[in-house]
């Protein structure tokens, strides 16, 4: 398996930006399709972005379309999550993710999935 580490997160008022990174380690990153995901209090996780395994495909979802970017850099083993106009719903745990060895495509759903990082809390002040 892959090893993912988050970083970035934090406070920021509503309107503001962060960009969260994800650095991976253990095996080749440019053979894994990544995404993002998010956990608010009492909700399950849901799905962010993801991006397949050369950066050329990307996927976000409705409720951050035109607001958050996902991009990787393969040389850096490093994906990204730039986050733009954030609003206090945006508030949750983000976790960085890898999808299954040699994933075609950009991956939206959970179990296509199988390494995880540990988070990293974004708080979005009104």
């Known amino acids: 398996q892959v090893q993912l580490v988050e970083s970035g997160g934090g406070l920021v008022q509503a309107g503001g930006s962060l960009r969260l990174s994800c650095a991976a380690s253990?095996?080749?990153?440019?053979?894994?399709?990544m995404g993002w995901f998010r956990q608010a209090p009492g909700k399950e996780r849901e799905f962010v972005a993801g991006?397949?395994?050369?950066?050329?495909?990307?996927n976000h979802a409705d409720s951050v379309k035109g607001r958050f970017t996902i991009s990787r850099d393969n040389a850096k083993s490093t994906v990204y999550l730039q986050m733009n106009s954030l609003k206090p719903e945006d508030t949750a745990v983000y976790y960085c993710?890898?999808?299954?060895?040699?994933?075609?495509?950009?991956?939206?759903?959970?179990?296509?999935?199988?390494?995880w990082g540990q988070g990293t809390q974004v708080t979005v002040s009104s």
């Open positions: 993710a890898a999808a299954r060895l040699n994933y075609n495509g950009s991956p939206t759903n959970e179990a296509d999935f199988g390494s």
């Open positions: 253990g095996r080749t990153f440019s053979h894994y399709a």
């Open positions: 991006i397949s395994r050369s950066g050329g495909i990307t």
